[in-house]
């Protein structure tokens, strides 16, 4: 009997031996994987694990990676198809040489399609929001997901959660706009889509980062810590919440002096303690070493590496963290921490398969990427986002039979301008630009010029008189003016916005409104075409031009989409996400601001007759926040609230009907908007907390349900309590924020 119960388990202990490592298990459960792989791990392969090595190309992968494994990579010089050769090869490489045969996550930038030269390229974030239909972002989102896996991308560095209230700020255009629970829908979509096929999503940049002291990229920001939860944290809480996100970015900038990648508080005790993130946490691209060479919070770049993992930056993108195996051995660091990262890591590529093999077939890109059905809904984003800012005496949609001769003026009217995260060329030849769509949407109908006028920011103002003489010679003119945006500015420093592109004045840089000014003294209709990455100072053309359009980066299809809206093929019905200035001086202009802050002023002043405050202007934006014009007229009645008298833990429906009264089929967007009336802090005049897209044909009438919880007319009080108030709030529902169409109250018991 004695000798029965020694062989037993010895026998058994064979047999799990025989089966191979516990890790290797695809059926145990993953911590108990994860703890049995870490358990048979040196100090230099964890260490692997907290680092990012780009692939190069295939004949460098075995000279680069040897026998390690890293905890990401990302290739970002080759198309579609040569990248899926390489991760293919890598993954055998490492499966082949790697003692553990630990896997790599393959990264890649995702903002508007995959960063691969091939993919199909979508409208920027930005223009993504002005669609105001997150049900279609998340199905770009899948689509591009698709795209990544027929690569063998597994995780992108996507989307950006920060806040466009910085104007000046050149990374705009990668925002989802000024409004957190708009930028919460947005993501949340954006977030559904790439991780139901298998993606991982990043949000970034934790967090505050958008809103950068004198707009300058990675510049400090000021605030505190109910600005910090009200506005930054947001989105994040919510998206963290409700998508549970493979991972997050940090971001390169200091709130309230705190450098933030370096900051324990924020990285662990707020963003997993507070917020619940459960994924890993990877550093912006250098956003380690700076702690040492920009922020100086750290002496040498060895203890920014240590401040960083122990602060909770599980993967860095920099050469830093490198020095963290002399930094365990030399107690400067605990290896319990570098355990804590590597866990974060190992478990999302236990959670991916990777360890059961990430099957890559290149010949898949030929089957999946920009397919068909991929560019196709490029357009409808695209078409979706055009928001028609103004339309005095309906000069749109142009009537053929009256304007047979159109000459199109402006730098961005034969340039594709895609924006700063798009895998193209300098000279915007990717894609349909508006001259190429209008040429091909009109035919025969009509006659098409197209002279460039001026450029994007130089001062040479020689090449207007031609512009001019083409507009003579027409019957309407179409100027075509905004920014210029390139992958990581290449094309030489032409660039008026984007990544490190930044503004200290929002007016049309260049000689672009000398260009306007100029088509309009011809006496001829002048419709201006915004395509821009951000909003900028559009006064001059609210109150000179016959019509006006904002295209934000509109993606590959983005000439076709604006040419099938001159044209009324298509009804615009995009809304802005970002407020348009008056004035520099007018910034920030964000819509949801505080009583105190604008609209206590008397009368609009100017320079003859100056008044108060701001003596020769007034403190309104030019375009609000929500704004946008159809071709067809919408009509609201019989505003019902199903209780009035909600718990703060209730959720009220809120029910309008919304009447198509005009002869075009169209697309309207209902917002809700709430404004606490009485609070023991200051709230914000209005806040959006609800909306919704619908399609009405002439005539037709429906009803529209919004549901709000309760919970989200909570603030932070004094002592840093989230709570929901007693006391009445406005309910306000319209077709903008400064178009309220319909009022009324609920009392929170």
Same mark, same amino acid.
């Given at each position: ?5 020694i ?5 058994m ?12 298990? %695809?059926?145990?459960? =993953?911590?108990?994987? @994860?703890?049995d792989?870490? %358990? ?7 260490v692997m ?11 460098e992968?075995a /000279? ?24 293919k090869t ?5 499966k ?5 045969? =630990? ?10 399609g ?36 027929? =690569?063998?991308?597994?995780q ?20 989802f ?7 919460a829908e ?10 139901g096929?298998?993606v ?8 505050a980062?958008?809103?950068p ?19 930054y ?10 998508c549970?996100p ?5 971001c390169?900038?200091?709130?309230d ?10 990285m ?15 550093? /912006?691209?250098?956003?380690v ?11 040498t770049?060895?203890?920014?590496a ?6 909770g ?20 660091? %605990?290896?319990?921490?570098i ?12 959670e ?37 800012a ?22 961005? #009217?034969h340039?594709?301008?895609? #924006? ?23 035919g ?10 001026c ?19 027409a ?22 916005a ?16 000398d ?7 011809t ?18 053309v609210?109150?000179n031009?016959?019509?006006?359009? @904002?295209?934000f ?5 983005? #000439? ?8 009324g ?14 004035s520099?001086?007018n ?18 002043g100017t ?5 108060m ?13 929500g ?24 959720t ?5 009907t919304v ?11 209902v ?6 009336r009485? %609070? ?16 009405l044909?002439?005539g ?5 349900e =919004? ?14 309590e ?16 400064? /178009? ?10």
């Amino acid at each position: 009997m004695k000798l029965r119960k020694i062989v037993i388990p010895a026998l058994m202990t064979a047999a799990v031996a025989a089966a191979g490592p516990l890790y290797k298990n %695809s059926k145990a459960p =993953i911590d108990a994987r @994860v703890e049995d792989l870490l %358990s048979r791990m040196t100090l230099e392969e964890k260490v692997m694990q907290m680092r990012n090595n780009p692939t190069g190309k295939v004949h460098e992968i075995a /000279d680069r990676f040897k026998d390690d494994s890293y905890g990401t990579t990302h290739e970002m010089d080759h198309n579609a198809y040569d990248a899926a050769v390489i991760y293919k090869t890598l993954a055998e490489h490492v499966k082949k040489n790697n003692r553990l045969g =630990i896997p790599i996550i393959n990264c890649c930038e995702g903002i508007q399609g995959i960063l691969q030269n091939g993919c199909t390229l979508f409208p920027h974030a930005i223009a993504q929001s002005t669609t105001w239909n997150p049900g279609l972002i998340e199905e770009m989102a899948s689509a591009c997901g698709r795209e990544a896996r027929a =690569i063998g991308i597994r995780q992108v560095l996507s989307p950006v959660l920060d806040i466009a209230r910085e104007l000046r700020w050149g990374r705009i255009e990668e925002t989802f706009g000024e409004d957190p629970f708009m930028i919460a829908e947005m993501a949340k979509a954006f977030v559904n889509g790439y991780q139901g096929e298998g993606v991982l999503a990043m949000p970034k940049h934790f967090v505050a980062h958008g809103t950068p002291s004198g707009g300058l990229n990675c510049a400090s920001v000021a605030g505190g810590p109910a600005e910090m939860r009200n506005i930054y944290l947001y989105p994040f809480r919510r998206v963290i919440a409700e998508c549970k996100p493979g991972a997050i970015m940090s971001c390169y900038s200091a709130y309230d002096g705190v450098p933030l990648t370096g900051s324990r508080y924020y990285m662990t005790d707020v963003l997993r303690g507070e917020l619940g993130h459960t994924g890993y946490v990877y550093s /912006d691209w250098g956003s380690v070493e700076r702690l040492n060479t920009f922020h100086h919070a750290a002496a040498t770049p060895e203890e920014a590496a240590v401040m960083a993992a122990e602060a909770g930056i599980d993967v860095n993108v920099d050469w830093t963290y490198g020095t963290l195996v002399d930094a365990v051995r030399q107690g400067k660091i %605990s290896e319990d921490v570098i355990d804590t990262n590597v866990r974060r890591v190992l478990r999302k590529k236990f959670e991916l398969g990777l360890f059961e093999g990430d099957k890559i077939n290149p010949d898949d890109v030929k089957k999946v990427v920009r397919s068909k059905e991929h560019v196709a809904l490029a357009k409808r984003v695209a078409d979706e986002s055009i928001v028609l800012a103004e339309n005095k005496n309906n000069i749109l949609p142009l009537d053929l039979d009256k304007y047979k001769k159109i000459a199109i003026v402006g730098p961005n #009217g034969h340039y594709a301008l895609m #924006g700063d995260y798009a895998w193209t060329t300098s000279d915007g030849e990717e894609g349909i630009d508006l001259y190429e769509g209008l040429t091909e949407v009109v035919g025969d109908k009509a006659q098409v010029s197209y002279t460039e006028g001026c450029d994007w920011w130089s001062q040479d103002d020689s090449h207007i008189p031609e512009a001019v003489k083409a507009v003579e010679d027409a019957d309407v003119a179409i100027v075509a003016v905004g920014t210029r945006s390139t992958f990581l500015g290449r094309g030489g420093n032409k660039n008026t916005a984007g990544e490190a592109y930044d503004l200290s004045s929002l007016v049309l840089p260049g000689r672009q409104l000398d260009l306007i000014k100029a088509v309009k003294a011809t006496g001829k209709p002048m419709i201006v075409v915004f395509i821009t990455g951000k909003p900028l100072v559009m006064t001059y053309v609210q109150e000179n031009a016959d019509a006006a359009l @904002v295209q934000f980066c509109g993606g590959e299809q983005q #000439g076709a989409a604006m040419a099938d809206v001159l044209l009324g093929n298509v009804n615009p019905s995009g809304k802005l996400t970002v407020s348009f200035p008056r004035s520099t001086g007018n910034t920030p202009c964000f819509y949801n601001h505080y009583l105190t802050d604008r609209d206590f002023w008397d009368q609009p002043g100017t320079p003859a007759d100056p008044k108060m405050r701001y003596i020769f202007d007034i403190p309104q934006p030019v375009w609000n926040f929500g704004h946008g014009l159809s071709y067809t007229t919408f009509e609201y009645s019989g505003l019902e609230i199903d209780n009035k008298e909600p718990k703060a833990t209730d959720t009220v429906t809120v029910k309008v009907t919304v009447t198509n009264t005009g002869e075009r089929e169209g697309k309207e967007v209902v917002q809700l908007y709430v404004h606490d009336r009485i %609070s023991s802090v200051s709230t914000p005049i209005q806040q959006l907390k609800g909306f919704k897209k619908i399609n009405l044909a002439p005539g037709e009438s429906r009803v529209v349900e =919004i549901d709000v919880p309760m919970k989200e007319l909570a603030l932070w009080n004094e002592d840093m309590e989230l709570v929901v108030e007693p006391g009445e709030f406005e309910i306000q529902v319209g077709a903008a924020s400064d /178009d309220i169409r319909l009022r009324d109250v609920v009392t929170v018991k």
